[in-house]
Structure formats: structure tokens, C-alpha cells
């Protein structure tokens, strides 16, 4: 009987109890990047972990994942009451598009700066980008390629991110690569702004 329970019961305990140990220490070893990156408080930080662990069983990314994602919004100057939308955000735009979830944070980041978009409105961003994905069957990488490299011109046309992202998606679905058709509507852009200066 000692022997049984040994092996249908104690066995089994002492090897849950050992991966619970490394689950969390993998979770300690992702969120020291956060707590590396982001300026917080210890109960912003309590905050942080108790949110990404939630969002992990929200969505279909591992914990440990959504951290790292957490550490690059944190290197990126996300602030620390922004890291959880943030990291949703980017998390589902790695789950539904082409771009991963670092390529879509650093790539969305970047536009917002451009533009002018406070990042704490980044996760509206995110939602243009599959919107106007799905609505023209481009991919998300072209989108955010076509709007880096007109968001400066776009901007001081007083073109919105979505409107840049639109005319993008509308370029690609007409089948024009978004490394040309973003030079030359760059270009138009520029000389229209040119022209209505100059009167």
C-alpha cells in the first residue's frame, strides 16, 4: 500500500511541484526584462505581473511571451500604465497578421512617433491596421511599411494615421508594392504641400 501511494500519489505531487517551481522562475526570469526597461513602482509592478498572467489566459499567447513583449514597450518609452494595453495590442496583432509581436511594436511605435499619436492611443492603431487589412487583403507588414515611409510627408499634409494606413492599403490592393507606392505618394504629398504653401 506504501508502495502504491508512493507511486499514484507522491510521485505525481513532487513532479507538479516541480513544474510549478520552473513556471515560476521562467515568469521571474521574462518579468525581470519589464522590471529592467519601466520605471514603476513595486505595486505597479504587482500590477504588471498579476495583468500579464491574466491576459495569458485571455489570449493565446504564453506568459512569458507577453513579457518580453512588456520589456520591448518598456525599452520603446511605453509608460508603465500603458504596458498592459500595449502588449494586448501587440500580442494580437502577432496572433491575426503577418508581423510578429516585436516587429508590430517596434514598427507601430515608430509610426506614432512620426504621426504625432500618443501611445497610449496606439491599441486604435493596431485596429486600422487589421481593419484595412481585411477590407483590402493586404498584409499588415504592408501596411506598416508603406505608412514608415509616408508618415513624415502624411503628417504635414494633416493626413491621420488612418488615413495614411487607407491610402496604403488601397495602393496594395491595387497591387502596387508599398516600397514604390510609398515614395510617390511621399513625393506627391510633399509637392501638394509645396504648391498650397506657396499659394
Known amino acids: 500500500m506504501g508502495r502504491d501511494l508512493t507511486l499514484g500519489v507522491t510521485a505525481p505531487l513532487v513532479a ?7 513556471a515560476a522562475s ?16 513595486e505595486g505597479q509592478f504587482a500590477e504588471l505581473a498579476g ?19 512588456g520589456a520591448a514597450a518598456g525599452q520603446l518609452g511605453v509608460k508603465a500604465g500603458d504596458i498592459l494595453t500595449f502588449t494586448r ?6 496572433a ?7 516587429e508590430a511594436a517596434t514598427g507601430l511605435t515608430r509610426l506614432a512617433n512620426a504621426t504625432g499619436l500618443p501611445l497610449q492611443e496606439i491599441d486604435r492603431l493596431g485596429s486600422v491596421v487589421v ?21 513624415g510627408a502624411g503628417r504635414l499634409a494633416g493626413l491621420s494615421e488612418g488615413q495614411i494606413l487607407g491610402v496604403g492599403a488601397a495602393l496594395a490592393h491595387l497591387g502596387i508594392e508599398a516600397g514604390t507606392g510609398g515614395l510617390a505618394v511621399q513625393k506627391v504629398l510633399l509637392d501638394m504641400t509645396e504648391a498650397v504653401s506657396q499659394g
Open 89 to 94: 495590442t501587440m500580442a494580437q496583432l502577432g
Open 26 to 41: 521562467d515568469f521571474e526570469t521574462s518579468f525581470a526584462g519589464i522590471r529592467t526597461a519601466v520605471t514603476a513602482t
Open 16 to 22: 507538479l511541484g516541480g513544474i510549478s517551481l520552473k
Open 131 to 151: 481593419a484595412r487589412g481585411n477590407e483590402f487583403g493586404a498584409t499588415g507588414g504592408e501596411l506598416l511599411d508603406f505608412g514608415l515611409k509616408v508618415a
Open 51 to 69: 495583468g500579464m498572467r491574466a491576459m495569458a489566459l485571455e489570449i493565446p499567447v504564453n506568459v512569458n511571451e507577453l513579457n518580453r513583449i
Open 96 to 102: 491575426t497578421t503577418d508581423l510578429s509581436a516585436e
